[in-house]
């Protein structure tokens, strides 16, 4: 008897691994790409498989509970998948603090880590600086990314049209009186932060402190790292000497984190 296509896919390896699993989370992939729910023609245009194959990968994260059915036919993530982000980002948080703890060395500031979590920044990881008046910032801690130094090394990297889509879904509250509050605004800091290569929060978060902040390219997840002090110490000066420190130590952490495991240095 012919072998049938389900036990072909199952056994079938792509590249040392199981071709049926580097499937599912292709399409896990594409799915978190589309906004997290996808119809299966979509998902068939896109991954270029054919919709039975589609739909029998697609069952089967439904039934582990990673992926679920609307009433509408068409598939959302599933609430299992939180717990492994939650997991996967305190980890990227520890993988990522020696990286920190260099950043305070060098520049004598606290140094952050921060995701993009939806439409929100979320602190994931901290090194405090040394100094008696110093920046404090709760890992978990989650901010709107308008009137962050991270918001804007991270949404740099989008396209205009997703940023005014997120800053319509958010709004843009006034942190402060020099926060920025308008789309068109906003859109025009961002050019300046990709003709500069790096973002600043200049009292837009908080009165008398500055943040510096660059993205950490290749990121498996959008992520940013940032120096923040008191406005008298992180002067334009100062700039100067820390940027190409929090660009450098960028490309390092990127680098760890493509490797093996993730293994910091």
Excluded at 38 to 53: H, I, N, Q
Excluded at 115 to 137: N, W
Excluded at 184 to 200: E, I, K, M, N, W
Excluded at 244 to 260: C, D, F, G, N, R
Aim: charged share 20%; net charge negative.
């Amino acid at each position: 008897m012919p072998t049938s296509s389900a036990s072909t896919t199952d056994s079938a390896k792509s590249g040392g691994g199981v071709q049926s699993l580097e499937r599912a989370f292709d399409l896990l992939e594409r799915m978190a790409d589309a906004g997290g729910e996808v119809g299966l023609s979509e998902l068939s245009a896109s991954s270029g498989l054919p919709l039975p194959t589609i739909h029998r990968l697609m069952r089967t994260l439904v039934s582990c509970g990673y992926v679920r059915q609307q009433p509408n036919r068409r598939y959302a993530l599933g609430p299992r998948l939180i717990r492994l982000g939650e997991s996967a980002s305190r980890l990227l948080g520890t993988w990522a603090r020696p990286y920190l703890a260099r950043l305070v060395e060098e520049t004598g500031e606290t140094a952050n880590m921060a995701l993009l979590d939806g439409d929100e920044i979320v602190y994931v990881a901290q090194v405090p600086s040394k100094h008696s008046m110093r920046m404090f910032t709760e890992v978990g801690r989650r901010v709107l990314p308008h009137s962050t130094g991270v918001g804007k090394a991270l949404l740099a990297g989008f396209p205009d049209d997703e940023v005014r889509a997120l800053l319509s879904r958010t709004g843009m509250p006034a942190a402060t009186e020099k926060t920025i509050t308008t789309p068109d605004g906003f859109l025009a800091a961002l050019v300046g932060v990709r003709d500069q290569g790096y973002a600043v929060d200049d009292n837009e978060q908080e009165i008398g402190v500055r943040c510096l902040a660059v993205s950490v390219p290749n990121s498996p997840t959008a992520a940013a790292i940032s120096i923040s002090g008191p406005a008298g110490r992180v002067t334009e000066a100062a700039t100067d000497k820390i940027v190409p420190v929090l660009q450098q130590v960028a490309v390092e952490l990127s680098e760890a984190l493509a490797s093996s495991g993730g293994t910091a240095a």
